[in-house]
């Protein structure tokens, strides 16, 4: 028999995620098993037109310290993942899109979480002239020849942000330069 979920209880909530104790038929013991669902998200790899990578520097309480990352947010329940990557985009960087391309939607963590994020390549997008910027988000522009250097650990380390910029290489639409 094929396990399938017989159950669910909401058993802590907050306006950011819920913890849901998840009953499973055919489950070795009577124990539930336990998932966090939380909105889905998304990330945008976005190049400039002068062949410039966008990415932003923030705090994260959840580890404790500044990371470099896509732009990226939560998706409204009134917006399309698109709408929600244009919107994200401009917020956090001041640029827009008047193209933005769907790469793929990941699972964010199989084994916990309930969300998934949208992955989207953006090119050529443009400044927005004096347009605000979310608080406390560094806007980090970072030049072609810099590219290799700053899409890997220990610059980047945020395991999704890789997987969308794994997306945007793997389907020819963001070519890295040679070494």
Known sequence: ???RITGR???FQTPYFS??????????DDDPFYAIEASDYLAVVAVTENDELLLVRQYRPAVEDFCL???AGTLDTDESPTEAARRELLEETGYIADEIRE???LITDSAR?????????APRVRAVANHPREKGIELVVVPRDRWLETLRPPALR???HLG????????GQFTLPSR
Not at 113 to 121: D, G, V
């Open 1 to 3: 028999m094929e396990p």
């Open 9 to 11: 209880k909401n058993v």
């Open 19 to 28: 913890l849901v104790a998840k009953t499973i038929s055919g489950h070795l």
């Open 69 to 71: 990352e896509l732009p």
């Open 103 to 105: 790469l793929g939607c």
């Open 113 to 121: 979480l309930a969300n998934r994020m949208w992955c989207f390549f």
């Open 158 to 160: 945020h395991g999704l």
């Open 164 to 171: 969308a910029l794994y997306l945007a290489v793997s389907s």
